[in-house]
């Protein structure tokens, strides 16, 4: 069975910086494309950034140049480092494994002074 737990979000202010963590078990997420996304209060889920097995990355361009994705094989993880972070951000934040509909619970992630 396929699970995936995010984990590192909070509260912070305009301006600071988390580091998301997702942890997958049941499956080797090296031979996968991952993803986050994130959904607001009243709004669909929305994808934020995608790092392919290869390394390679895309972004949205609401994150473009703010946060970044990377990936530990050998810990079958992957992070979204955040930075810059704005009101705008304020979500809860998911992983993906590309090609499948397993999702975690996610992790809250509050922008806010």
């Known amino acids: 069975q396929v699970q995936l737990v995010e984990s590192g979000g909070g509260l912070v202010q305009p301006g600071g910086s988390l580091r998301l963590s997702c942890a997958a078990s049941?499956?080797?997420?090296?031979?996968?494309?991952m993803a986050w996304y994130r959904q607001a209060p009243g709004k669909q889920r929305e994808w934020v950034a995608r790092?392919?097995?290869?390394?390679?990355?895309a972004y949205a361009d609401s994150v473009k140049g703010r946060f970044t994705i990377s990936r530990d094989n050998a810990k079958n993880t992957v992070y979204l480092q955040m930075n810059s972070l704005k009101p705008d951000d304020t979500a809860v934040y998911y992983c993906?494994?590309?090609?499948?509909?397993?999702w975690g619970q996610g992790t809250q992630v509050t922008v806010s002074s």
């Open positions: 049941g499956i080797t997420i090296r031979f996968y494309a």
């Open positions: 790092i392919f097995s290869s390394g390679s990355t």
């Open positions: 993906n494994i590309a090609g499948r509909t397993d």
